[in-house]
Protein backbone atom coordinates (compact mmCIF):
# COMPACT_ATOMS: atom_id res chain seq x y z
CA UNK A 1 0.00 0.00 0.00
CA UNK A 2 1.10 3.68 -0.92
CA UNK A 3 -0.02 6.56 0.00
CA UNK A 4 0.72 9.88 -1.81
CA UNK A 5 0.11 13.76 -0.77
CA UNK A 6 1.02 16.51 -3.10
CA UNK A 7 1.69 19.80 -2.57
CA UNK A 8 3.26 22.66 -4.18
CA UNK A 9 0.39 24.05 -6.28
CA UNK A 10 -0.87 27.41 -6.64
CA UNK A 11 -1.25 30.35 -8.74
CA UNK A 12 1.18 31.64 -11.10
CA UNK A 13 1.09 34.07 -14.18
CA UNK A 14 2.04 32.86 -17.84
CA UNK A 15 5.49 31.91 -18.66
CA UNK A 16 6.40 31.80 -14.20
CA UNK A 17 7.35 28.82 -12.60
CA UNK A 18 6.30 25.88 -10.14
CA UNK A 19 7.50 23.43 -8.36
CA UNK A 20 5.05 20.46 -7.06
CA UNK A 21 6.00 17.42 -4.46
CA UNK A 22 4.80 14.38 -3.53
CA UNK A 23 5.26 12.80 -0.39
CA UNK A 24 5.37 8.63 -0.43
CA UNK A 25 4.32 6.58 2.59
CA UNK A 26 5.94 3.30 2.67
CA UNK A 27 8.77 0.96 2.92
CA UNK A 28 8.62 -0.13 -0.75
CA UNK A 29 9.23 3.09 -1.80
CA UNK A 30 11.95 2.64 -4.20
CA UNK A 31 9.94 -0.89 -5.99
CA UNK A 32 7.46 1.58 -7.56
CA UNK A 33 7.56 3.61 -10.89
CA UNK A 34 5.89 7.33 -10.05
CA UNK A 35 4.41 9.82 -11.76
CA UNK A 36 1.72 12.87 -12.39
CA UNK A 37 -1.11 13.11 -14.13
CA UNK A 38 -3.32 16.14 -14.20
CA UNK A 39 -7.33 16.95 -14.72
CA UNK A 40 -8.74 20.36 -16.50
CA UNK A 41 -12.17 21.44 -16.32
CA UNK A 42 -14.67 19.53 -18.62
CA UNK A 43 -11.38 17.61 -19.92
CA UNK A 44 -9.92 13.86 -19.25
CA UNK A 45 -6.90 12.87 -17.17
CA UNK A 46 -3.86 12.86 -19.00
CA UNK A 47 -0.68 11.56 -18.23
CA UNK A 48 1.83 13.98 -17.51
CA UNK A 49 5.37 12.34 -16.82
CA UNK A 50 6.63 9.37 -15.09
CA UNK A 51 9.87 7.81 -14.22
CA UNK A 52 11.66 4.85 -13.44
CA UNK A 53 12.67 3.06 -9.84
CA UNK A 54 15.84 4.05 -9.91
CA UNK A 55 15.12 7.69 -11.57
CA UNK A 56 17.06 6.85 -14.96
CA UNK A 57 14.29 6.46 -17.01
CA UNK A 58 11.49 9.31 -17.87
CA UNK A 59 8.52 9.91 -19.90
CA UNK A 60 6.89 12.95 -20.90
CA UNK A 61 3.51 14.21 -22.46
CA UNK A 62 4.19 16.12 -25.83
CA UNK A 63 2.51 18.65 -24.62
CA UNK A 64 5.18 19.57 -21.66
CA UNK A 65 8.05 17.85 -22.94
CA UNK A 66 10.71 20.34 -22.87
CA UNK A 67 9.07 22.61 -20.07
CA UNK A 68 8.80 19.91 -17.25
CA UNK A 69 10.94 18.03 -15.14
CA UNK A 70 10.55 15.13 -13.06
CA UNK A 71 12.81 14.13 -10.74
CA UNK A 72 12.74 11.62 -7.71
CA UNK A 73 14.70 11.12 -3.82
CA UNK A 74 14.49 7.83 -3.01
CA UNK A 75 16.24 8.04 0.39
CA UNK A 76 13.05 10.76 1.30
CA UNK A 77 10.43 9.09 -0.50
CA UNK A 78 9.74 12.10 -2.11
CA UNK A 79 9.00 12.68 -6.66
CA UNK A 80 9.17 16.11 -8.07
CA UNK A 81 7.79 17.18 -11.25
CA UNK A 82 9.30 21.25 -11.90
CA UNK A 83 6.85 22.96 -14.17
CA UNK A 84 8.56 25.96 -16.29
CA UNK A 85 7.37 28.36 -18.89
CA UNK A 86 3.83 27.65 -17.41
CA UNK A 87 0.68 28.13 -19.82
CA UNK A 88 -2.94 28.82 -19.09
CA UNK A 89 -3.60 25.31 -20.67
CA UNK A 90 -1.55 23.83 -17.69
CA UNK A 91 -4.10 24.87 -15.45
CA UNK A 92 -5.61 21.70 -13.96
CA UNK A 93 -5.41 19.22 -10.94
CA UNK A 94 -2.22 17.66 -10.73
CA UNK A 95 -2.08 14.46 -9.17
CA UNK A 96 0.60 11.95 -8.06
CA UNK A 97 0.53 8.45 -8.60
CA UNK A 98 2.70 5.53 -8.37
CA UNK A 99 2.33 1.82 -9.84
CA UNK A 100 4.81 -1.00 -9.76
CA UNK A 101 4.92 -1.31 -13.56
CA UNK A 102 6.08 2.01 -15.29
CA UNK A 103 4.14 0.93 -18.57
CA UNK A 104 1.44 0.71 -17.08
CA UNK A 105 1.22 3.79 -15.12
CA UNK A 106 1.86 5.40 -18.99
CA UNK A 107 -0.64 4.16 -20.56
CA UNK A 108 -3.46 2.68 -17.96
CA UNK A 109 -4.59 3.60 -14.61
CA UNK A 110 -2.50 3.99 -12.23
CA UNK A 111 -3.02 1.19 -8.67
CA UNK A 112 -2.15 4.83 -6.68
CA UNK A 113 -3.08 8.09 -6.89
CA UNK A 114 -3.11 11.66 -4.54
CA UNK A 115 -5.25 13.77 -3.87
CA UNK A 116 -4.49 15.91 -6.12
CA UNK A 117 -2.98 19.82 -5.71
CA UNK A 118 -4.49 22.82 -7.70
CA UNK A 119 -2.27 24.63 -10.45
CA UNK A 120 -4.01 28.03 -11.71
CA UNK A 121 -1.97 29.56 -14.58
CA UNK A 122 -3.05 33.02 -15.48
CA UNK A 123 -2.44 34.99 -19.12
Known amino acids: QVQLVESGGGLVQAGGSLRLSCAASGRTFSRYAMGWFRQAPGKEREFVAV????????RYSDSVKGRFTISRDNAKNMVFLQMNSLKPEDTAVYYC????????????????WGQGTQVTVSS
Open 97 to 112: VADLSAVRLRIATPDY
Open 51 to 58: ISESGGLT
